[in-house]
């Protein structure tokens, strides 16, 4: 897993609520066997008309020229539904390393951090205001004092984050390692409760 | 002190706790499938290990596979790959496999308890947001992500912070024509479909303790569509009923232990929850939903919500959902025409839910222009069906029997609802392109989907009914 300490971006705004991870990758393309290229369909019918890649849908933020960044903003209880982990591999895999929003699902929050992507849950009036601004302001999102911050106006917020979840994203550590680490433990637990 | 079902099931299973984080977490079983899997295995064989503890974990093919013509391979090369590499991982780390052509093969949330694995007082996981379904035996049960089973097929264990806990209290007689998905519909128009996030849920009362096994499978089954972490029902003596008997369950002395390890697993009178939620069970009608979240159910005879009367969580989406499902708001939803019928998924597909349908279109047909597709959930459901003569009236209806899988409630596999088409549907999902790029999903319970296969209209079942 990639380490993150530090992003400061611009952002792409999608200012949707309950947006699933069915919205996020249809499950037509859970096929694959690998966690590689599902970025080409984040967010794919909202991008295209019919299911056509030629055929770009010009109102749907990703598509629109003014917007980039690593940084994706998104209306509140982002990534509710599906628990599939293509979703956080689709949004890595376009250039996203943070998402914002006032309110995550569960499942999806747990995936995200597995996967070096940080989901931030910011106030709904936070959330507002960075919609409020224009598409060239810069977010900086610091994981280490847990921030962000509006560049252009100075506002800022703390946000909320497992300690142990901030420990492996800052070093790149992941679950699997720690629990591999953990095996005596395992073993002597499962002989205790027989 | 006074605990909780949940806290009592998930003390026995802490292996240790962080300092300020999670707990590591024993899992008793893990279920798995063709599609969030292949990442996991790949991961494991990177790192040169093998599946921890493969007797605890039980692998099946459901959500990519044909519900037609089962015995030919299968056409679609993407799909086929994902269910080649299941059996090749499985095989290579010693799990057994229920695939396609076994007689337990089915959808993994139906075959768990039909073959009696999911047990009470177990913690049961699976890269499945539905797994939540097994929460009915009281377990604590849930759906996770890839990395989450790599790291159960690595060390039988998950990280996991302690959630909140919200109890449910369903108490009353059902109305005529009323089951337990308009139940799970109705909870979910009240709290929405993020109402229980972070929490996990104990449903109870005494509507609740008066359904059957199956019935209350498909209420702790919705539990993710409230953003649940899991859902469950204390155990009770139609829970031991059910498991008694069944392939795994515990036999002789072995039995008569567990019962009695079961029967202590109840939320304690005076036990804490951080939120409770009471619902009238009198009060529920026949249940449909109308826009592009769970949570956005109404009565049958109801009429769809305007950005006035709806609830605040859901009337920033409401004319995105509404024009995606071209209805509008004030209108009546009975006599919405339909096009296609689908009676299936790890919600609706067991055995109670297609005698249901049976009993109720015995003797009579699908409207003309309707297509109904029934998807039984496993080979076992299947063959039970047949047995009973149930497979002769879907036929005589017009009604297509299919074979066993997730089919058209996500749209994986061939089974897809054409784009702009009417789906009323047992499943638990009516998200937008859930069931098909443009498919318009109306969930309702297999009665409610049975009355409309029949009329080619959103009905009131209830009128229908002697």
């Known amino acids: ?194 | 002190m006074a605990k909780s079902l949940f806290e009592k099931i998930w003390e026995k299973h802490v292996v240790k706790t962080i300092d300020d984080g999670p707990s590591v977490l024993y899992i008793d079983k893990h279920f798995i499938h063709e599609v969030t899997s292949p990442q996991a295995f790949t991961g494991l064989n990177k790192r040169g290990i093998k599946v921890f503890r493969p007797q605890q974990v039980v692998a099946t093919a459901d959500h990519n596979v044909p519900t037609l013509n089962q015995h030919l391979p299968i056409k679609e090369e993407l799909s086929r790959l994902q269910v080649d590499a299941l059996i090749k991982n499985c095989a290579e780390h010693g799990i057994e496999l229920y695939g396609l052509g076994h007689p337990f093969q089915g959808i993994v949330h139906v075959i768990g308890p039909e073959l009696g694995v999911t047990q009470p007082g177990m913690t049961i996981v699976c890269g499945d947001s539905h797994t939540s379904t097994h929460g009915a035996f009281g377990s604590i049960a849930f759906g996770i992500g890839t990395s989450e089973v790599e790291m159960v097929f690595a060390s039988q264990c998950l990280l996991q912070s302690k959630p909140k806990l919200m109890r449910i209290n369903v108490d009353g007689v059902l109305n005529k024509g009323v089951v337990s998905k308009d139940i799970v519909l109705y909870i979910l128009s009240k709290i929405s479909a993020s109402g229980a996030t972070g929490y996990a849920v104990e449903f109870a009362g005494s509507a609740i303790r008066s359904l059957s096994m199956e019935a209350r499978m498909t209420i702790c089954n919705m539990s993710i569509e409230m953003g649940a972490r899991c859902g469950m029902i204390a155990p009770d003596e139609t829970t031991f009923a059910y498991i008694k008997g069944r392939k795994f369950a515990p036999q002789g002395a072995e039995w008569d232990k567990k019962v009695a390890e079961w029967k202590q697993l109840f939320s304690d009178t005076d036990a804490a929850f951080d939120q409770e939620v009471f619902i009238n069970a009198a009060a529920i009608e026949p249940m449909i939903t109308y826009g592009t979240n769970p949570g956005m159910g109404i009565g049958v005879s109801e009429t769809i919500p305007t950005t006035e009367t709806i609830n605040d969580t859901d009337r920033s989406g409401l004319a995105k959902s509404l024009a995606y499902m071209g209805l509008e708001q004030g209108a009546a939803i009975k006599g919405q025409k339909i096009d296609y019928v689908f009676i299936g998924s790890c919600t609706n597909s067991r055995i109670e839910d297609l005698r249901m349908v049976a009993s109720f279109v015995k003797g009579k047909k699908k409207a003309d222009g309707v297509e109904v597709w029934i998807v039984p959930g496993s080979k076992q459901v299947e063959a039970q069906a047949i047995q009973e003569g149930i497979d002769k009236i879907f036929e005589e209806a017009g009604f297509q029997l299919r074979q066993p899988g997730c089919s058209a409630c996500l749209g994986m596999n061939e089974d897809k609802i054409p784009t702009g088409k009417y789906c009323i549907s047992t499943s638990n999902r009516n998200f937008e392109g859930r069931q098909g790029a443009g498919a318009r999903t109306l969930l309702a319970s297999p009665l409610t989907a049975a009355a409309a296969a029949v009329t080619g209209v959103i009905t009131d079942v209830r009128e229908l009914l002697n």
Request: glycine share 6%.
């Open chain 1, 1 to 194: 897993m990639k380490a993150l300490t530090t992003i400061q971006s611009r952002f792409v705004p999608v200012n949707i609520e309950n947006i699933d991870t069915d919205q996020i990758i249809p499950a037509r393309f859970l096929k694959a066997t690998t966690r590689d290229g599902f970025g080409k369909n984040l967010f794919r019918d909202w991008r295209y008309y019919n299911d056509d890649a030629s055929k770009t849908r010009a109102d749907f933020p990703l598509n629109m020229s003014q917007f980039d960044g690593e940084i994706l903003v998104a209306g509140k209880n982002f990534g509710c539904g599906s628990s599939r982990e293509h979703a956080a591999w689709a949004i890595l895999d376009y250039g996203f390393r943070v998402v914002v929003s006032s309110f995550f699902a569960d499942i999806f929050r747990n995936n995200a951090l597995n996967n070096g992507v940080l989901p931030v849950q910011v106030s709904d009036e936070f959330l507002q205001r960075i919609f409020l601004q224009d598409n060239n302001t810069e977010l900086t999102v610091n994981l280490e004092q847990q921030t962000i911050r509006i560049n252009s106006t100075g506002e800022q917020e703390h946000f909320d984050i497992n300690p142990y979840k901030k420990t492996c994203l800052l070093n790149g550590y992941d679950d699997i390692d720690f629990l591999l680490s953990n095996k005596a433990a395992i073993e002597t637990f499962e002989k205790q409760r027989v």
